[in-house]
């Protein structure tokens, strides 16, 4: 059986920082509620000239300039899975496809089901990759997560790109075949085509979230997925760090692992590193924990690894791999870090400005954004209802 595995990856988020103690001081309230109750304390935020097609082509682009002339024309698919999308129609992959110079024969298309979209894709390019073990598929996991200004989600915004290279000559992680499915049909968080902010019910979206974990973690065992206390570090959908620290315990309980706390946090805890700081990035925040984990961890080669990802709506999946040796010498521990530390701090009015105050004419009228971004990729205006992006440089 062909092994398919993660090959390569890239990671993208907004250029500036906001702190959620400036979040809590606008409120009011103390500061531990974002901090210790949800277990966040920054989240990106984008600029005018950043959206969901940059931050994607971001991600991927020094990943694809790594590849071999032979690898880079075996990609022959290009998925984006995004549930904060730029057009009902035209996928934001073509804008990807164009910005990274891929060449024309290649199959370009978005996906959506709330945050699990990225997992629909890896899904989707095992599949093409265990027909045609000679491809490569480049998915990338991109959002901006957007709530009303003064809702209770407005603590639990942010934005990032995972861009995952997904071959037959993994170096980072190889998949196990199990996998776990659950889907109900649930109003816990959507957004209707009209509205550029989520709607959602926090409390519901927490107990939906919780039952689908079990029911899809039942399902993988089921299917012949490893056991819970096999699994060195499980990463899951992180909208705030703290709900993925509430699942873990209901999973344990559950399965009644006999873990102690401290097992159970050794088992979560480093993959909050990166999503403490960037906030929720809806599709790429399962994979923002894992790249969080494996560039940090030098003792992970031959360890199991868990995957729990979670979609509004609602549907989750549980799957699991091996890290492979090799991640160590292919992980990108220094260039995510200088991306993180070059955001700049933004305060209360600057963040509000950018996060809803954002081009978006609805008249067709045109729109030149100024040069903001760090990132590779930039939208540079919109005008007659079309969106063009250029490169920064
Ligand atoms: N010190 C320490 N902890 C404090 C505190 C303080 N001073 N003040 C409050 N807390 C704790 C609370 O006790 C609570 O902890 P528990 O849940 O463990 O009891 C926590 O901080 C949060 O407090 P509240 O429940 O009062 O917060 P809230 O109601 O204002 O908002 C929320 C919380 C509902 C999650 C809200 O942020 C929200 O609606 N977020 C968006 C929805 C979401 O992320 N849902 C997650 C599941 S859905 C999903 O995963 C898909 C997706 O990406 C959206």
Redesign the pocket.
């Known amino acids: 059986m062909t092994t398919i595995g993660i090959e390569d990856y890239g990671f993208a988020t907004g250029s500036r920082r906001f702190e959620l103690a400036d979040l809590a001081e606008h409120e009011g309230i103390?500061a531990?509620?974002y901090l210790?109750?949800?277990g966040q304390e920054a989240f990106s935020v984008p600029t005018f000239d950043e959206d969901i097609v940059t931050l994607a082509a971001s991600a991927a682009t020094t990943m694809i300039d790594r590849l071999s002339p032979d690898a880079r024309d075996s990609i022959r698919t290009l998925i984006v899975a995004t549930e904060s999308g730029i057009d009902q129609s035209k996928a934001a992959a073509i804008y990807v496809h164009e910005l990274l110079e891929l060449g024309p024969h290649v199959r370009a298309f978005e996906i959506k089901q709330?945050?699990y979209g990225g997992t629909a894709a890896l899904a989707t390019a095992q599949g093409i990759v265990a027909r045609h073990p000679d491809e490569r598929v480049l998915i990338v996991a991109t959002d901006i997560?957007r709530?009303d200004p003064d809702s209770?989600?407005e603590?639990?915004q942010g934005g990032a790109a995972v861009a995952l290279l997904i071959s037959a000559s993994p170096r980072i992680l190889a998949f196990d075949k199990a996998q776990g499915l659950s889907t109900e049909d649930a109003m816990?968080?959507w957004r209707p085509n009209y509205r550029t902010t989520?709607r959602?019910d926090?409390?519901l979206?927490?107990q939906v979230?919780i039952r689908q974990v079990l029911s899809a973690w039942d399902d993988y065992s089921g299917h012949g997925g490893r056991p819970f206390t096999d699994l060195h570090t499980l990463c899951y959908?992180q909208?705030?760090t703290?709900?993925a620290s509430?699942a873990h315990l209901k999973l344990a309980r559950h399965l009644e692992s006999g873990q102690t706390p401290s097992d159970l946090d050794a088992q979560l805890a480093p993959t909050f590193r990166y999503n403490r700081i960037v906030g929720?990035s809806?599709t790429a925040?399962m994979y923002v924990g894992f790249l969080g984990l494996i560039e940090h961890a030098d003792d992970l080669a031959g360890r199991a690894l868990g995957f729990v990802s979670?979609?509004?709506g609602a549907m989750c999946e549980v799957f699991s791999g091996e890290v492979l040796p090799t991640y160590l010498k292919t992980r990108h521990t220094e260039a995510t870090t200088a991306m993180l530390d070059a955001r700049q701090p933004v305060d209360f009015a600057t963040y509000r400005e950018l996060y809803y105050g954002y081009p978006n004419p609805t008249d067709g009228s045109a729109f030149e954004t100024p040069h903001d971004t760090s990132l590779p990729f930039r939208l540079a205006g919109i005008d007659h209802d079309e969106r063009r992006y250029a490169t920064s440089a």
């Open positions: 103390d531990n509620k210790v109750g949800i709330a945050c997560a709530y209770s989600g603590a639990t816990d968080f989520a959602v926090g409390r979206s927490i979230y959908h909208p705030f703290k709900m509430k929720n809806y925040s979670y979609g509004s």
